[in-house]
């Protein structure tokens, strides 16, 4: 199984552009001429893949979890695609066209399994590539209301679409009907409205998303490429405390007056002023020389700590202050951004209040983060993410019990990137829930791979992030998935963050309830650092726990934590999972406190697939 594993099935033109036996040709619409002036007064046929497009339809796919979404207009002899995922012909002959039919619905066309319908039975579509069996087309309409097309979803097995999923692709395919039909009287009235609604009312600072925008619209601008610009993000930590304490009327006037103070600090080098968040702000500027630089950061900072005007100082607990020297490090805002928010977030406790994340004894780490920032979805596209796998012992016999899988990027330049780096990236790049999507579908394809070998293979236990798991259709995309490939639910170990049930978040136990009813099961990492209640773990079907890696660093001090997370997690009848074994000793020592399982460097490395296959084999 690959990343790009999307069905992008290998037709030629000249296939579709032929009649063939079999189908069933859609009748015209009631209205075929008007609809067809419609369409042609769009001037949109033929026209250039657009980035908005091919945007929404992958979201679409990754939304409805099929491998194939089209756009389709549909005229006189063809339909044509305007965007496609998962398909390389760019149009179809008219009589083969399932969203033909769906001009004539009152409302959208579900197929569920086109083997079942007299009208699609013996399209060659369905006998032949892509071997359609699932169909679910939702108009998109004119403004007067007449049909041009839909918006749809294909796959080659048959599915069902509960009423939230039709609602949901029904309004998808709304959104595109107003992009598509107002294009042109909109788009002046569209550009006003970005000018009107790109600027904060409190502070009149840009918001995030056009501030990103300037940003790098400087940055790629050749007439100023040796310009040097720098960037400050300026978090006042304690603002909801004032909002708390002494009401929303106060916390707005100290939000304006910080905004004012950062902007007199930054008079005549300020060149951006962003408000990326209730409490935080941003400001990109431009200084000649490095000592420049940190006095413009120094006499912010000074200005945020002076006295406000009011009988306590909200601000008690100090601004921090973060900021890059250097923004041509970054390919784009968005990772400069991204980057410093995620610094804030994570690192909050340990960064001073003035902070130069490029400093001299940061820049080498910094340089390689950016650089897997910038390069990772390229790895992603070109499939040199990779997945290995740690074997998992029963301490009590030695024998495999389950394959964890991790991934993992060799680059020429930087060498192995860890599976930690690749996660912080993901994180920053909002790529967590696809590349936890890969990964499910990567086990599934080399599980179903083992089967029609006839090979043994052990459960694979993966992780999953809450990007992915919190997500309404989470469940029903890991049954999907099974189903395309025909695996059994108990070869697959979800492995979830304890944290991430810390959160009241109902449906996530809905999700693991579902999938544990079918045999999937489910593992809780780092148990003992975060604070789920205890209760709700005890009301969920969750068969083990991994002790956090650090425990095993230091069991002298960590043994009266290990001894009664033991205690508790087999009265509560899950299996105990200790990492990060490296010695002998260790082994020895966690399986006399009573762990059921463990991974290591003194079991095995990480091994590839086959290897691992291999491995289970001898042992």
Not at 333 to 349: F, K, N, P, R, W
Not at 411 to 431: P, Q
Request: hydrophobic share 40%; proline share 5%; net charge negative.
């Amino acid at each position: 199984m690959t990343l790009s594993d999307t069905c992008e099935s290998s037709f030629s033109k000249e296939q579709y552009m032929r009649l063939d036996n079999g189908a069933v040709p859609a009748d015209p619409h009631p209205q075929e001429t008007r609809r067809l002036n419609e369409l042609r007064h769009l001037s949109i046929l033929d026209t250039a893949p657009e980035q908005r497009f091919d945007r929404l339809t992958r979201l679409v796919s990754r939304t409805f979890d099929v491998p194939i979404v089209l756009i389709s207009l549909v005229d006189e002899y063809r339909q044509w695609f305007k965007s496609r995922v998962g398909l390389t012909a760019r149009e179809t002959h008219r009589d083969l066209s399932f969203c033909a039919h769906a001009l004539n619905e009152e409302e959208d066309l579900i197929i569920e399994d086109a083997l079942q319908d007299p009208r699609f039975v013996s399209n060659p579509l369905v006998t032949g590539p892509p071997h359609i069996r699932f169909y679910a087309g939702a108009l998109i309409r004119a403004a007067n209301g007449l049909p041009l097309g839909t918006l749809c979803l294909i796959d080659d097995i048959p599915r069902r679409l509960s009423p939230h999923k039709r609602e949901l692709l029904h309004e998808f395919a709304t959104f595109l009907s107003h992009e598509l039909t107002n294009d042109l009287t909109l788009n002046n009235e569209r550009n006003d409205a970005k000018l009107r609604n790109s600027l904060d009312p409190l502070t009149h600072y840009l918001y995030p998303g056009r501030f990103m925008e300037r940003i790098d619209e400087l940055l790629n601008d050749e007439v100023h490429a040796d310009s040097h610009y720098s960037l400050v993000m300026v978090d006042l930590p304690n603002l909801e405390q004032v909002r708390a304490r002494y009401g929303i009327d106060q916390a707005t006037k100290v939000t304006i007056e910080a905004s004012r103070r950062l902007r007199q600090s930054f008079r005549g080098h300020g060149l951006l002023f962003g408000r990326l968040g209730n409490t935080v702000m941003a400001i990109l500027f431009e200084a000649a020389t490095q000592a420049g630089r940190e006095q413009l950061v120094e006499r912010a900072a000074d200005a945020l700590h002076g006295a406000y005007d009011h009988p306590e100082d909200p601000f008690g607990c100090a601004p921090r202050l973060n900021w890059l020297s250097d923004c041509r490090l970054f390919e784009r805002a968005s990772h400069i951004i991204s980057h410093m928010q995620y610094t804030l977030e994570h690192d909050g406790v340990a960064i001073p209040a003035f902070h130069q994340i490029d400093a001299e004894h940061h820049r080498q780490d910094l340089v390689r983060s950016a650089t897997i920032t910038r390069r990772l979805p390229q790895a992603f596209q070109e499939e040199r993410i990779t997945l290995a796998y740690q074997p998992v012992y029963a301490l009590s016999d030695n024998s495999v019990s389950s394959l964890e899988a991790r991934i993992g990027w060799y680059d020429t330049e930087l060498g192995e990137v860890t599976r930690e780096e690749i996660v912080d990236a993901c994180d920053r790049l909002n790529l967590t829930e696809a590349m936890d999507r890969w990964v499910l579908t990567t086990i599934a394809g080399q599980i179903a791979a083992c089967q029609r070998k006839k090979t043994p293979c052990p459960p694979i236990a993966f992780n999953v992030s809450r990007a992915w798991c919190i997500q309404a259709d989470f469940s029903d995309s890991v049954v999907n998935l099974l189903n395309r490939h025909g695996i059994s639910p108990n070869t697959l170990i979800i492995n979830l963050p304890e944290n991430v049930l810390a959160h009241t978040d109902t449906q996530l136990k809905r999700h693991i309830r579902s999938l544990a009813t079918i045999g999937v099961r489910f593992s809780l990492s780092d148990f003992g650092l975060s604070h789920a209640p205890l209760f709700e773990l005890l009301t969920l079907p969750i068969s083990s726990v991994q002790l956090p890696r650090q425990w095993s660093d230091k069991l002298q001090e960590a043994q009266a934590a290990i001894s009664s997370t033991l205690a508790l997690a087999h009265s509560a009848q899950w299996r105990v999972v200790a990492v990060g074994i490296d010695t002998d000793t260790q082994k020895a020592q966690l399986l006399e406190l009573g762990c059921d399982e463990g991974k290591g460097d003194a079991f095995a490395p990480t091994l590839s697939f086959d290897d691992a296959i291999d491995h289970v084999r001898a042992t």
